[in-house]
């Protein structure tokens, strides 16, 4: 049973950063899926950036302004948020694929507002 944290989250002002970060309970693969996901109120859960093997995927909606990385010494995947925008604010969720489950985060929320 892999267990996920997430912490990073807050209140940030429009074209401000945020990195999240998101360590698991044990080892994770380069070839597991590592990802973040968001739901925004009244919206469905939606892909943000996944890795794997170090090839990375972004929604177009944060193509150039996130990134996704991780350190494998720490169990640890990464997502550094840039210009941020006020529909970026949602709950952010860290999601693992290991031996073909999905384990997911308890979510950490990202509010982006003036």
């Known amino acids: 049973q892999v267990q996920l944290v997430e912490s990073g989250g807050g209140l940030v002002q429009p074209g401000g950063s945020l990195r999240l970060s998101c360590a698991a309970s044990?080892?994770?693969?380069?070839?597991?899926?590592m990802g973040w996901y968001r739901q925004a109120p009244g919206k469905r859960r939606e892909l943000v950036a996944t890795?794997?093997?170090?090839?990375?995927n972004y929604a177009d909606s944060v193509k150039g302004r996130f990134t996704v990385s991780r350190n494998n010494t720490k169990n640890t995947v990464y997502l550094q948020m840039n210009s941020l925008e006020p529909e970026d604010t949602a709950v952010y969720y860290c999601?693992?694929?290991?031996?073909?489950?999905?384990?997911w985060g308890q979510g950490t929320q990202v509010t982006v507002s003036s």
């Open positions: 999601k693992v694929v290991k031996y073909g489950r999905d384990y």
């Open positions: 890795l794997r093997s170090g090839s990375t």
């Open positions: 044990e080892s994770i693969f380069s070839t597991n899926i």
